[in-house]
């Protein structure tokens, strides 16, 4: 039996675990990579008997540290430190900030994930493409692309190309970008190399933005990088690829739209994906369909692309779920 202050970081999160019971912890398992998993579970299933004192430490711990992120996230490292000493004295408060930015490694610009979009749009506009996009590979995907739907075009995407193809950034460039921003918000700078960027960032970026923004940046990507944007293309989705569902996903996903919005994402789609659609209805929910677009009369072309938009976010939160499957080519066949 451990004593709780000999435990690893591995063993705390086993007892956490157990402590939460299957239903939580089967929820925070979603949240984890597959070696993480492996280790948890193995874990796990090495622990005995747990004594109720030693679970009370690893919970008290656990309670401890969530509200330290949260003062961290909310008023920076000063203002938990502050707190913390209040409430727990200045010896337990050092310990909990060391044992928290130790382990979960504050990131880069942790001031700019708490500032409105637009402000930040004000302040890195004008700056290099690649410094804007150092700085939005390190913001909540939805900043990013509000941000990144805000740039001009030609801008967008020379940003998006840049997040795609960012590695590792040294911590002393990285302090460099985060001064510009220092005169106006406060910044959180730390000391290990850092990932961020890739195509998954873009990607993830590019599934919030507008239509046109990510037609505009794909489209160019395709004539200025034609495998990036073909890697990219690879891990999304867009109206258009209604094509590839299999017809029972189709169903599923057709049972989520209201019929005004299928409607309007239909008057400027191609007669293909038109196709597929009616294939998938009833002979007589298709007949209402296509007296709907008829009688339509004229759209405005973003309201079509908002349409499309709210059918493409049915379909990737259907995929995320595990309900419905996308093909994305090769590797991606499905065995019956």
Known sequence: MYQSNDLTGKQKAAILLISLGPDISAQVFKHLKEEEIEKLTLEIANQRKIPQEQKDKVLSEFHQMCIAKDYISSGGLDYAREILEKALGAEKAVLIINR???SLQI????????????QLLNFIQNEHPQTIALIMAYLQAEQSAAILSALPPDRQVDVAKR?????RTSPDVIKDVERILERKLSSLVTQDFTAAGGVDSIVEVLNRVDRTTERTIIENLEVQHPELAEEIKKRMFVFEDIVLLDDRSLQLVLREIESKDLALALKASSSEVAEKIYRNMSKRASEMLREEIEYMGPVRIRDVEEAQQKIVNVIRKLEESGEIIVSRGKGDEIIA
């Open 100 to 102: 928290l930015t130790s």
């Open 107 to 118: 990131r880069p610009f942790d001031f700019a994930r708490k500032t409105d979009p637009g």
């Open 163 to 167: 997040i795609a193809t960012m590695d």
